[in-house]
Structure formats: C-alpha cells, structure tokens
C-alpha cells in the first residue's frame, strides 16, 4: 500500500556551524535554474523568510537526515538514535560559469510527504521489499543570480539520502562544473578505502591515498561504495543511485578537514580510455543522482539494509521480466568438445547457463568483429545441445566490439544466446554513465541478459533494467585476494549491488579455505554466479575428492529472505538466505580462525536436517585443508557453533524435514 501526503511544514530555527566549500576551480558554460513541479518536487508557493538560520528535518525510525541553511549557506546533518552519523556537512553545486548554488541562498517552499510501499524485485536478497520514508524538499533561491533550484532529503530506517534538483527558465539546458556535498564523519572515523580492484585500506578520512595516472582522475580519491566505521559504534556506507546523464562519484579527503570528504565528479574514465569531461551539461529541469548513506547500529544491521539503493532507483522499465532467469554459470574452454562438456557439467552441476569468454570470436583487442565464431568452435551446435539440455548461454564482447550494439545483440539473440558478458567497460564520465544504461536497455529489447565487467559501479539500475543481472567492479578472483579483503566487501561493494566474484573450488591459488570459498555463495549477493572459475569439468570427475560439490549444486543464486547473523567488516560475517523453504547459511572469517555462535532463531517451527560444510584439519596452506561434511537435526532453539580455520569458513544447509 502507498500512502503520500505532500503538505507544508513550517521552517524551525535552527543553529549549525559552516563548513567551507572547496573543489575543483571554475569553468565556462551555462547556468540553470528551476519548476519543481517538473521533477515531482510539488508546486511553487510563497517565499519563507530566511533572515534567520532555519532547516528541516525528515525523519523515519529513529534516523534523521536535517538541511539547514546558517548564514546563508546550505548545510546538511545525519544522526541515528540521536547520535551523529553525518556531522554538519556542506550542500552545493558550482555551475560552469562560476555561479556557486548553495552559498548565499533564500527557501522559497518547504514541502514535506511520507511514502510507504513495498515492491516485489525479479530476484533479490528478498521477496518483498519496503519503501518506507519522510522526504523533505526545498525550492531555494541563488541570492547573487536569481537562480532557483531544489533539494530533496530522505530518511528511511536504514539511512539516509539526498540529490539536487536544476529547473529550466527557457533556455532548457544547464552545465554543472562541481558538485560540492561533503561528508565530515564524527572524531575517530575509519574508512574503508578502494579504488579500482585494489584492496580495501582502512584510514583516516584525511588521509585516503593519492591514486591516478596522466590519463585518470588524479588525487586522495575513493570509490564508491565508501564505508565508515565510526567511534560511537555505527558503521555506514555512502553509495549512489540513479545515476542517469551524469558522471560517476568519487569522494576526496579535504585539506585542512580531518573529518572530511567531498564530492569529486569523474572527468575521466576510469581506465583511462576515451574523452574527458570537465563539465557535465544537462537538459532542465534535471535530478542529480542520489547520494545515499546505509546505516547499520551493527556491522550485521548494515547488510540487511542495503535494498536502500534500490529503493532510490526508477521502477522496472519492462513490462514483461518472465524471461530475466538468474543462476549459475560455468566458463567453458574455447572448443566445441568444451561447449559440450560444459553443458553435461552444467546439468550435472544443478548450473543454468555456460559462457564463452575473451577469445571465441578472436584476440579481443584486435578483433573487432564479435559476429564469427573462431573455427574450434561450432557455436550454432553448442547452442543447439545447451538448448536441449536446459542450459543457456552467455558470450563475451569487449566493448571495442560494441559500435552497433542493437545489431550484434539482435543477431546474438537470433543464434538463441542468453545473455552478454561486457568487458573492459569504460565507466565514469557523463557519455559512459549513458552509453552503459543505453547498452542494458538495448539488451533488454533483445531479452538478453547483461553483466558488465571491469571497473564498472553500481548505482541501483538492477531494478531499473533487470535485465542487467550484475557487474564485476570489485577484486575478485581474478586477483586472488585475502580473507581480510573478502569480509571486508559484504560491508562495503556489494552494500551498493550485486558483484560478479568468480568463485574458485580447489584452486590451487586461493589464499583462503575452500569452505571458505563456498561459503561466499550465500554471503555475497550475486545473482549471476559465476563458478569454478579456471577450472575444467575433468576436474571433478571424481567427486569423491570433492565433498562440497552438493553444496553448490543446491545452492540458489536469488533468495525470498535474507538475514545477517554476525559480522565486523574485515574479521568475519555469517549470513543466512532462505530460497522457499530452505535456508543457506554462509560463514567466513579473515586469517583468525574463530568459532561463532549462531542462534537458529529465524528458522520456522519444526526439525530442520543441517548439511555442514566445514574446515577439516587445516592444511599447509589453506586451500588444502580439506572440507569435512556433518549433517544433525536443528530446530529455531538450537545455537550452531560455527568453527572456522585461519581464513575459513562454513557452508550450511538448512531443509525442513
């Protein structure tokens, strides 16, 4: 049920101290200004007197998001059960002819509404979803340029979030050179710094580490999802969502601002390919995307609330979603005898769909054209055999690939492919943010699936475009990382969407437990999972040697309930995820070994039969210590002692007897 009550609040007095606004320096180009109603802001009525400080509060379960504006200067706050999330933070835009939005401004309107919904996804951590907030909206006005425009705040129970809104006057465009939002976390704050695939370094705000090269963005930059973990116990994530015609988020430390960051627009892409931009020029009246920060009272809280993205997105665009199947996935070799023994293994396996990757068509940086097999591989038979068996198949493009995409999606829909695996995406300029929706919704008009890989960031468009069912955007194993690094990303990447991982069983190169690497397939959210990554069926011809097979044969990849047991970002995390009756529940920890203590409590009456998958004696190095299976008889009473070997982990199935 939705129920929307726009209606006027008055303005409170209100104190704040200011911060200063610093970013990038001025560049030439248009202004733009406002017309709420145009955006769903409500409509124009009388001024408000701003002689004094005044601001307005949205507040929903004990979270509240404030924007206040002291001395003229706009200004935003965060708390959850009184205690400061977000400290008193700068708002503002700065136009590219140097007109600065947010220093010197008047309220015109204060409107405020309260929206409750729930939502069904195609696939998800959750069945249902709840979309429940208090919104306030100003409509304000640029004392020096007459310039109106508008901010919006939200706060939901799991945080908080806030975008700027440009109006048109006539001349129907506006040229934003910097966005100038801050975030100044409390004293003692620790961020969970990444850029790129690197591995997550955990520092002060004032001292993210200086990255970039001649042909990237340059400076203490971070991408986003950016969590924080503050001294009175909260941990937050800042992410963003329904980015459209606009350039991906960075964040900065800010000189001379301990507690701070700042906004940095991406001029480049993140790899360094293609055109920079130092402007970002819109059509009026225009939304920026939303700048949201997840809040967890625990390390746990914090994963159960992440579908804020989500609900921040545009709805689906499809109408009909039936054809949109998440599930497994298992890279085949480049042959046809390997297309063919990947889908046996598939069907074996309890997998849906098979892949050929970089190399089926050519060398993928010299090959432009994606339309020919190469001659070991008889591609029509392959999809023809996948086809009888169930399977489906996804084939992989780089983007130099990509000149027609409506062409080549059209004609790879023809063959009966599934779905497209995108390499070496270029995202973070305005044209990147709009040539990848671009590609999800051409792919969708060709019900094909999408994942995007590289250095690609989510913001919330899964729900926009099912369709594009995931994206890499992370360090996976493709690197091999730590354990330290893979308890670290439930806290900080996959809060802002799904993440592509690539999990490996018995990959000699792991640096963690194969438990522990089974047990990412409940703890991750990844409705494309793409499994024993390096690997040939061969491999496990003999299954006796590999006793947590079954657990990825049952394990589902899209769930109707999901809850976090336990967690602290970087030492441990133990999630369960319930797909109709039964529940799959995933542990791991970093290079502690460590016992956990799990309630049962959220399983439903009756004796359920646990399946555990758990680290053996450990081995010389953790990937040879072996997988030991147990099964015993659990009820919601019982409290599971979940043990764990140095960066290891436990799988777990839960089925109702």
Sequence with gaps: MRTAGDQEEPIADRGGRSQALSRRGMLKGAAATVGMAAVG??????????DAPVSATARMGGTSITMSVVDGALRWSAARGGKTVIDTSALGLRLSDGTVLGSDVTVIENRRCTVHDTWSPVYGRNATVTDLYQEQRWSLKDTASGIRFGVQVRAYRTGVALRYVLLDTGTGTGTIADELTTFVFPDDTLVYSARDENAYVPVAPDAIPFTGTSSTDQGTLTDLPLTATLSNGFIACICESSRVNFPRLMLSSVPGQPGALSAFLMEHTARGTGSVDTTTTVTTPFATPWRAVVIGSTHAELLDNAELVLNLAPESALTDTSWIKPGKVFRCELSTAAGISGVDFAVARGLEYIEYDAGWYGPEFTTPDATIPIAAIDLPSVISYAAGKGIGVFLYVNRLALTDADSL?????????????????????????????????????????????????PFGYERTYPNWISLEGVRGNEQFPTATHNVTLPFARNIGGPLDYTICYGQSRDKTTNAHQMAMAAVYYQPLNFLFWYDKPSKYANTANWPGLPWFNAVPTTWDESRTLAGSIGEYVAVARRNDSTWYLGAMTNETARTLSIPLSFLGDGTYTATVYADGTPGTSPYRTPVVVSTQTVTSETTLDVAMADAGGQAIILKPN
Aim: proline letters at 2%; aromatic letters at 10%; a negative charge.
């Design 409 to 457: 999606f059209g004609l790879y829909k023809s063959w009966g492919v599934a779905g497209i695996k995108l390499g070496f995406i270029n995202d973070g300029t305005q044209a990147m943010t709009d040539q990848i929706i671009d590609w999800a919704r051409t792919a969708a008009e060709h019900r094909l699936l999408i994942d995007m890989h590289d250095d690609v960031r």
């Design 41 to 50: 802001l409500g409509t124009t009525r009388p001024a408000y007197a701003a």
